[in-house]
């Protein structure tokens, strides 16, 4: 009921003031369990998807979306509810593995879409980045649940992390052709199939998005450019310092 009226509420502006474009809508099945595993490149990314599907997507977010205190908290808990998220906690990786699993499983039992970004974080840079093996290979592996790839087009660029009003601007999605990975059946605990399976997926998200692929995990990059800049920042106030020195000592 809830996911109903935020799906008219929201998703129907959204698709007004977006326009956003689409292509290969008929490989979603009309019913039965199916995973869609995207690219993530913006916040905005798990709702312009379900905002162009009849079928309600599941997708798994951070636990502090639902649990943060106070008015504004409720209301934020609220709206992830509204929009059919599911809250994982994520202070432990193994932990948050385990629960994106769970979670995952529960939904396709249940006959409906589970959406996942095998990337586990958003891109920092537009490219794509190397699939996490854990959670996608698995659920698809324990439910036999077709997985269909996604690529969100630009929606990086009309919602930059740390932007809060939106650019309009049309993004585009693709929607890829069900992978079938019956013949790995049994085998979701062999980290060699849960690689393999998930850079199938990882390259055809690529061919689909068009974008860049970076061998190596996303958090890896955003741990990478943090400090950078940290050291950037240190560097610039060790000059200022010197160039301070000098001054008083002319």
């Known amino acids: 009921m809830l996911y109903g009226?935020?799906?008219v509420t929201i998703g129907g502006p959204l698709r007004l003031a977006f326009r956003p474009w689409v292509e290969g809508l008929e490989n979603v099945p009309a019913e039965g369990p199916a995973i869609l595993a995207s690219n993530h490149l913006s916040f905005s990314d798990s709702f312009f998807l379900p905002a162009?599907?009849?079928?309600?997507?599941t997708f798994i977010a951070k636990a502090e979306y639902f649990t943060t205190p106070g008015v504004k908290?409720?209301?934020?808990?609220?709206?992830f509810k509204g929009v059919g998220q599911l809250p994982v906690d994520r202070s432990g990786a193994r932990g948050a593995g385990e629960a994106a699993v769970k979670s995952g499983i529960e939904v396709l039992q249940r006959g409906e879409l589970f959406g996942i970004y095998p990337e586990g974080t958003r891109s920092p840079d537009g490219r794509l980045y190397r699939g996490k093996p854990g959670g996608l290979a698995r659920v698809a592996l324990a439910t036999g649940a077709p997985v269909i790839p996604v690529a969100m087009i630009d929606t990086e660029k009309?919602?930059?992390?740390?932007?809060?009003?939106?650019k309009l601007?049309?993004?585009g999605i693709r929607i890829g052709r069900p992978l079938d990975?019956?013949?790995?059946?049994?085998?979701?605990h062999d980290r060699f199939v849960l690689r393999a399976v998930t850079d199938e997926v990882m390259y055809e998200i690529m061919k689909l998005s068009g974008q860049e692929y970076v061998d190596m995990y996303a958090t890896a990059m955003k741990r990478q450019l943090a400090e950078a800049a940290k050291a950037?920042?240190?560097?610039?106030?060790?000059?200022?310092?010197?160039?301070?020195?000098?001054?008083q000592s002319e």
Do not use: N
């Not at 162009?52 to 997507?57: F, G, I, N, S, Y």
């Not at 950037?232 to 001054?247: G, N, S, T, V, Y």
């Open 73 to 79: 908290g409720r209301l934020t808990a609220a709206f």
């Open 158 to 166: 009309i919602q930059p992390p740390g932007k809060i009003v939106p």
């Open 232 to 247: 950037e920042k240190a560097a610039r106030a060790a000059l200022a310092q010197a160039a301070k020195e000098q001054r």
């Open 52 to 57: 162009v599907l009849d079928r309600k997507v």
């Open 5 to 7: 009226a935020m799906k």
């Open 169 to 171: 601007m049309r993004p």
């Open 181 to 188: 990975f019956s013949r790995y059946q049994g085998m979701e």
